[in-house]
C-alpha cells in the first residue's frame, strides 16, 4: 500500500488536503460574514467620550494596537480615565511587558482600571497589575503567574519514517531545543536559568504595579490560577464586578461627575474588525488547552 511504502509522503498528503479543506471552510464562513461586518461593527470613537475603554482579548501576541490605543487615548484631552477589558490567558513575554511599561507610563497622566473578563491571566494579570485599580467577576479566573517554555519531542517519529537531520551550525547551542533530538542537560539547564530569569521579572513587575512586597507575590507565584474571589482575599484584585462597575470607578478616580459618565472605544479599521471576527469563530479551539499554555517564551 501507499501508506506504507511512503508513510511521510502519505502524511504531507493528509495534512495539505485538511489544510485546503479548513481553508475553503473559513473563506466560505468569511465571505458569509462581510454583512455581519458592517451592519454589527460600529464605530463608536468620538470626542464626546470620557472614559476610554481597551480591549485586550485572545493571546497576546504583539503589543502594537494596543499600544497605539494607548497613546491615542493618552493623548484626548477628552478622555479622563482609561479602563482595560482584559478577557486574555496570557501570550508571549515581550509583548506583555510592552503594553506593561505604557501603562505605567499612562497612569503618570490618567487613571487607569483594569476589568477582567472570563480569563484574564499569566501575561493577561501581568498586564492588568500596572493599573491603579482591578475589578474582577467573582468566578474569573485569573493568576497563572509564572512561566512555561515547552516543545514536543518527535525524534521517534522522525526515526519511524527514516528521516535523517542534518545540522550545520555555528555554535554548540545554536539548535538548543531541536524537537529531533534529546535535551542535554547544560541546554536544559541554559533553558531553567532563562525561565527563572523572566519568572522574576514578572513578579518584579507584579509586585511593584500592585505595591505589594515582592516576597508576598513570590509565595502566590507557583502558575495555580485563582478564582476573582480567591484573589480578591490574596489582594491580587481590588474589587469584585462587572465592566460596567469598573467603567463607573474609573469615572470616580477621575472625579467625573456619575450622569456624566461616557465610555468610548478606540475607532476600529477594517483588519481589526476582520481579526475579531475570526478570533470569534476560532476562540473554541483552545478548549483544551491549559492556561499556562499561552505564556510561552520562544526562542528562534
Known amino acids: 500500500m501507499f ?8 502524511f504531507t498528503l493528509i495534512l495539505s488536503t485538511i489544510i485546503i ?3 475553503i471552510c473559513l473563506i466560505t464562513i468569511f465571505i458569509a460574514s462581510t454583512s455581519l461586518i458592517s451592519s454589527n461593527i460600529i464605530n463608536v470613537s468620538n470626542s464626546n467620550g470620557n472614559v476610554g475603554i481597551i480591549e485586550i482579548k485572545g493571546i ?6 494596543i499600544i497605539q490605543n494607548i497613546k491615542e487615548f493618552k493623548e484626548n484631552d477628552s478622555i479622563k480615565a482609561i479602563v482595560l477589558r482584559v478577557d486574555s490567558p496570557g501570550g508571549g513575554v515581550a509583548p506583555s511587558q510592552e503594553i506593561y511599561r505604557e501603562i505605567i507610563k499612562l497612569k503618570k497622566k490618567k487613571k ?4 477582567f473578563g472570563a480569563v484574564a491571566a499569566s501575561g493577561g494579570y501581568y498586564i492588568a497589575s500596572a493599573s491603579d485599580s482591578i475589578v474582577a467577576n467573582p468566578g474569573t479566573i485569573t493568576g497563572s503567574i509564572g ?5 514536543v519531542n518527535i525524534e521517534d517519529i522522525v526515526k519511524k519514517i527514516r528521516l535523517i537531520p ?3 551550525k555555528s555554535g554548540e547551542f545554536k539548535d538548543m531545543g531541536s524537537p529531533v533530538r534529546p535535551l542535554k542537560d547544560k541546554e536544559r539547564k541554559i533553558f531553567q536559568n532563562i525561565v527563572n530569569e523572566i519568572h522574576t521579572q514578572f513578579v518584579r513587575d507584579v509586585a511593584l504595579g500592585r505595591k505589594i512586597d515582592q516576597r508576598k507575590i513570590a509565595k502566590l507565584a507557583d502558575g495555580r490560577i485563582y478564582t476573582g474571589e480567591q484573589a480578591l482575599a490574596y489582594n491580587l484584585v481590588d474589587k469584585i464586578g462587572n465592566l460596567s462597575d469598573a467603567i463607573a470607578f474609573a469615572g470616580k478616580l477621575a472625579e467625573i461627575k456619575k450622569d456624566e459618565i461616557k465610555a468610548v472605544y478606540p475607532k476600529k479599521d477594517k483588519m481589526s474588525s476582520i481579526k475579531d471576527l475570526f478570533h470569534s469563530l476560532l476562540k473554541d479551539a483552545y478548549i483544551s ?11 528562534n
Open 112 to 115: 487607569v482600571v483594569a476589568s
Open 289 to 299: 488547552s491549559t492556561v499556562t499554555d499561552y505564556f510561552r517564551y520562544v526562542i
Open 147 to 151: 512561566v512555561i517554555m515547552e516543545y
Open 60 to 65: 497576546i501576541t504583539s503589543s502594537k494596537e
Open 3 to 10: 501508506s506504507r511504502r511512503h508513510p511521510f509522503l502519505f
Open 166 to 168: 542534518i545540522v550545520i
Open 21 to 23: 479543506l479548513g481553508g
